[in-house]
Each structure stands twice: as C-alpha cells, then as structure tokens.
Nanobody, 124 residues
C-alpha cells in the first residue's frame, strides 16, 4: 500500500521560510518522479516542483529562485524548502508520485499517488 505523508506546513510571515517533508512508503523511488503541488482556495491545482530519481528538478515560474525540491532516496523522503514566502504562496501543498514510464507518452502525466496535504499560510 502506497502512502505519502506530508509535514512541515504552518503559518509564517511574508519573507519567511518553511520546509515541507513528504515521507513515502510502498513505492520505489527509482521508478517514480516526485512532485509538490499546491491548491489555493478558488484556484486550480498547480505543479510547484518535481524531482526525478536521478535528481533532475523542475519548477513553476512563480517559485523559481525561492523554492528548492530535494530528495533523500535512502529515507524515501522528498523535501520542499520554501524561502522568501509571499502571501500568494498560501495554499494546501500536496506531495505526489508518478511512474516515470508515463513521461514516455506525455510531458505532463497524471500523478498516481497523493498525500493528504499540508496547509501553508503566509501572512502579509
């Protein structure tokens, strides 16, 4: 059974930092790409960052230079370091996993597994 468990969300002032963690069980990091999504009230879910098993990363334009995704394959854990936070970063953040084979057919595959989400609130 696959489980993705996020932690590290909370309330922070604008300009502050938070580090999200996602501990995965039941999947092999070598054949999955891991991602962080977020969804703000009334807005569509968006992919914030992703990382392959080889360490290649991708970021949404809105977070480039401020957020860093990393992984510890030995611990099956993915992190999202968020610096210089802005009120518009307020959202529920979700960890997700997608089988790498799906990228053969599309650059934007539907992710297979999702965590329960963790709230990030940035006050102005």
């Amino acid at each position: 059974q696959v489980q993705l468990v996020e932690s590290g969300g909370g309330l922070v002032q604008a300009g502050g930092s938070l580090r999200l963690s996602c501990e995965a069980s039941g999947i092999n990091f070598q054949i999955y790409t891991m991602g962080w999504y977020r969804q703000a009230p009334g807005k569509q879910r968006e992919l914030v960052a992703s990382i392959t098993s080889g360490g290649s990363t991708n970021y949404a334009d809105s977070v480039k230079g401020r957020f860093t995704i990393s992984s510890d394959n030995a611990k099956n854990t993915v992190y999202l370091q968020m610096n210089s936070l802005k009120p518009e970063d307020t959202a529920v953040y979700y960890c997700a996993a997608v089988l790498v084979l799906k990228f053969v057919e599309t650059d934007s595959p539907e992710y297979d597994y999702w965590g329960q989400g963790t709230q990030v609130t940035v006050s102005s």
